[in-house]
């Protein structure tokens, strides 16, 4: 390589694209958070840094192989050119430019050896790391080895098939390139691209040249990521992209790379290790650029994390997530995570004081006759226990729950519960709670509960919503007073939708639960588990026994139970008239 300390001999850095990105951010012709400019502007100083080179020579022919040979996979985009924008290309001169002198060598090799691209959903980061991988393919080193990868197969081979379909639109009769079962060949240079994920069997071994690791929010660990780099011992020219948006897997793999590149970001890592690390992160720079919007209902700073939007990513899509998320603590959280890149805790609090401000009354003997659908959390039969019944009105979109709660006496003076807020004796004392003169709730005596309501009020339960866990004993006293049930397994796929709709009916102030003391305190006390894939699921806070959620957990299954069972409820709902 005919290289110098600078920019190389030729190059002007008007006419470089990493320049061209930070002169359009400083024109304001594109917008971009203070991570990505204080990476842009330590990029430009280096140039003069006599430890490294800037040469855009293998940079360059990647970016003119991706304009003029890869077609896009995805609709509405498929079999289109992929013309890159401009922040794409300034990240991939910026990947491939710098040069700096080999210790091993005494050669200039790429100073750039692992990148951590952060970056939002839906804004092409799929397609440009197929199109990177597509490239080294026909233009890596002769017997190079490139992976796809992820934290399982699935996403791995999202890249994979990507990248497969690429290569058939420039390739379709395979005179260049070949498939097997265990990846693809280059024929005129012996390269070779497969896939390896986190639950790859043989993950070590391996002699790998180029890396693409995919969503990597989703990785716990290093699993992939250390088998990976210990391949590339003997590579001078090895490169390890990782991309993704943030996530909700806490204290995960991403968590700790980001600290380590937010450090390296500052320049605050002398390390000479540190140096072969590139961090390129779309950032907001404040969470109020979220929900400021102008009459359009947007704001051009979301550019800051969705560097593709208006291209790639709609204003519209992002506008309508929004719009929801103001409305919602549960999307709030997956749309500041995953399409805002903020970190949100793994669990937060579900409802706002506030919103549980509201009267809740109501007089039990108006509902004398009425039919009902129950529920009931009996996940901690040695703890406190909950049973809720549903009832509706013609012509009423209000729900009407009554509660019941248990606890075993050897909990009543539990001293964490205290400290959360726990009134036990006060509130059995109101008749609110009935204290077990045990060390567990017989789950039988909750059961006997829907049928006192039956017995003093003439409230029949129609169908009672409950879970697996110790439920033998309550099934069978229901089946004793001819109450049929159903089972709501709590997990994150049974449990969101119910979850979502709880919350958004007491934003409505359409949950009414008789002004119940535990029933309040319950939902104060609920957080909200989010999961990447938008599903919810309530939680306890961490690290906090005492703060109780069974009344707000079984409230959620009386709410699925009667989702069920809609229809058929309906018909008893008319006659439920006072």
């Given at each position: 390589?005919?290289?110098?300390?600078?920019?190389?001999?030729?190059?002007?850095?008007?006419?470089?694209?990493l320049?061209?990105?930070r002169?359009?951010?400083?024109?304001g012709?594109?917008?971009?958070?203070?991570?990505?400019?204080t990476?842009?502007?330590?990029?430009?100083?280096?140039?003069?840094?006599p430890?490294?080179c800037?040469?855009?020579?293998?940079?360059?022919?990647?970016?003119?192989?991706?304009?003029n040979?890869?077609?896009?996979?995805?609709?509405?985009?498929?079999?289109k050119?992929?013309?890159?924008?401009?922040?794409?290309?300034?990240?991939?001169?910026?990947?491939y430019?710098?040069?700096?002198?080999?210790?091993?060598?005494?050669d200039?090799?790429?100073?750039?050896?692992?990148?951590?691209?952060?970056?939002?959903?839906k804004g092409?980061?799929?397609?440009?790391?197929?199109?990177l991988?597509?490239?080294?393919l026909?233009?890596?080193?002769?017997?190079?080895?490139?992976?796809c990868?992820?934290?399982?197969?699935?996403?791995?081979?999202?890249?994979?098939?990507?990248?497969?379909t690429m290569?058939?639109?420039i390739?379709?009769?395979?005179?260049?390139?070949w498939?097997?079962?265990?990846?693809?060949?280059?024929?005129?240079?012996n390269?070779?691209?497969?896939?390896?994920?986190?639950?790859?069997?043989?993950?070590?071994?391996r002699?790998?040249?180029?890396?693409?690791i995919?969503?990597i929010?989703?990785l716990?660990?290093?699993?992939i990521?250390?088998p990976?780099q210990?391949s590339?011992?003997?590579?001078d020219?090895?490169?390890?992209?990782?991309?993704?948006?943030?996530?909700?897997?806490?204290?995960?793999?991403?968590?700790?790379t980001?600290?380590?590149?937010?450090r390296?970001?500052?320049?605050?890592?002398?390390?000479e290790?540190?140096?072969?690390?590139?961090?390129?992160l779309?950032?907001?720079?404040?969470?109020s650029?979220?929900?400021?919007?102008?009459?359009?209902?947007?704001?051009?700073a979301?550019e800051?994390?969705?560097?593709?939007?208006g291209?790639?990513?709609?204003?519209?899509?992002?506008r309508d997530?929004?719009?929801?998320?103001?409305?919602?603590?549960?999307?709030?959280?997956?749309?500041?995570?995953?399409?805002f890149?903020?970190?949100?805790?793994e669990a937060t609090?579900?409802?706002?004081?506030?919103?549980?401000?509201?009267?809740t009354?109501?007089?039990?003997?108006?509902?004398?006759?009425?039919?009902?659908?129950?529920?009931?959390?009996?996940?901690?039969?040695?703890?406190?226990?909950s049973?809720k019944?549903?009832?509706?009105?013609?012509?009423?979109?209000?729900k009407y729950?009554?509660?019941?709660?248990?606890i075993p006496i050897?909990?009543?003076?539990?001293?964490?519960?205290?400290?959360?807020?726990?009134?036990?004796?006060?509130?059995?004392?109101?008749?609110?709670?009935?204290?077990?003169?045990?060390?567990?709730?017989?789950?039988?005596?909750?059961?006997?509960w829907f049928?006192e309501?039956?017995?003093?009020?003439?409230?029949?339960?129609?169908?009672?919503?409950?879970d697996?866990?110790?439920?033998?004993?309550?099934?069978?006293?229901?089946d004793e007073?001819?109450?049929?049930?159903?089972?709501?397994?709590?997990?994150?796929?049974?449990?969101?939708?119910?979850?979502?709709v709880?919350e958004?009916?007491?934003?409505?102030?359409?949950?009414?639960?008789?002004?119940?003391?535990?029933?309040?305190?319950?939902?104060?006390n609920?957080c909200?588990?989010?999961?990447?894939?938008?599903?919810?699921m309530?939680v306890?806070?961490?690290?906090?026994?005492?703060?109780?959620i069974?009344?707000?957990?079984?409230?959620?299954i009386?709410?699925?139970?009667?989702?069920?069972?809609?229809?058929?409820?309906?018909?008893?709902?008319?006659?439920?008239?006072?």
């Open positions: 390589m005919n290289c110098a300390s600078g920019l190389k001999t030729g190059l002007h850095k008007e006419n470089t694209w320049w061209k990105y002169e359009a951010i400083r024109k012709e594109n917008i971009a958070g203070v991570d990505m400019i990476e842009l502007d330590h990029l430009i100083e280096e140039w003069d840094d430890q490294y800037y040469d855009t020579a293998d940079a360059d022919i990647r970016i003119d192989f991706i304009e040979c890869v077609k896009l996979t995805k609709s509405p985009f498929y079999g050119p992929m013309i890159l924008m401009l922040w794409e290309k300034a990240f991939i001169e910026a990947a430019s710098f040069k700096m002198m080999s210790i091993d060598t005494n200039w090799v790429d100073r750039f050896q692992e990148i951590l691209m952060l970056i939002t959903r092409g980061k799929t397609e440009l790391i197929a199109a991988e597509l490239a080294e026909f233009l890596g080193q002769p017997g190079s080895n490139i992976i990868s992820g934290t399982n197969d699935a996403i791995a081979d999202l890249c994979y098939q990507s990248i497969d290569r058939l639109i390739d379709p009769k395979s005179l260049d390139t498939r097997n079962q265990k990846g693809i060949k280059c024929k005129f240079n390269n070779f691209l497969s896939k390896l994920s986190d639950s790859s069997r043989n993950k070590e071994g002699n790998i040249d180029m890396a693409g995919d969503e929010w989703a716990l660990d290093d699993g990521y250390k990976i210990q590339t011992s003997t590579k020219n090895y490169k390890i992209f990782m991309f993704g948006s943030q996530g909700f897997v806490a204290d995960g793999f991403l968590d700790k980001l600290e380590e590149y937010y390296i970001n500052r320049r605050e890592d002398s390390r290790s540190a140096k072969r690390k590139l961090p390129w779309y950032t907001q720079d404040s969470e650029e979220v929900w400021e919007t102008n009459e359009q209902g947007i704001n051009p979301w800051k994390s969705n560097p593709s939007i291209v790639v990513k709609k204003w519209s899509y992002l997530r929004v719009d929801e998320a103001r409305l919602s603590k549960s999307d709030r959280m997956f749309v500041l995570s995953k399409d890149n903020f970190k949100v805790s609090t579900w409802l706002l004081p506030e919103q549980l401000d509201y009267d009354g109501y007089d039990i003997e108006d509902f004398r006759g009425f039919f009902c659908i129950g529920g009931v959390d009996l996940a901690e039969t040695t703890d406190l226990c049973a019944a549903l009832i509706m009105l013609p012509e009423d979109k209000r729950f009554i509660s019941m709660y248990w050897s909990k009543l003076d539990n001293s964490d519960d205290k400290l959360a807020g726990a009134e036990y004796r006060q509130w059995a004392k109101d008749g609110y709670l009935r204290i077990v003169d045990d060390t567990e709730v017989d789950v039988a005596i909750v059961a006997d049928n309501l039956y017995k003093e009020y003439g409230i029949w339960t129609v169908k009672c919503g409950y697996q866990k110790f439920s033998k004993e309550f099934l069978k006293r229901l007073y001819d109450i049929e049930y159903e089972n709501i397994p709590q997990n994150r796929f049974v449990m969101s939708t119910p979850t979502k709880t958004e009916e007491i934003r409505q102030e359409l949950i009414i639960y008789g002004n119940n003391p535990i029933d309040r305190w319950n939902m104060k609920a909200v588990q989010v999961w990447d894939t938008g599903h919810i309530l306890k806070e961490k690290n906090m026994p005492g703060k109780k069974d009344g707000a957990v079984s409230m959620v009386t709410n699925e139970t009667y989702r069920r069972n809609r229809a058929d409820y309906m018909m008893y709902v008319k006659k439920n008239r006072r």
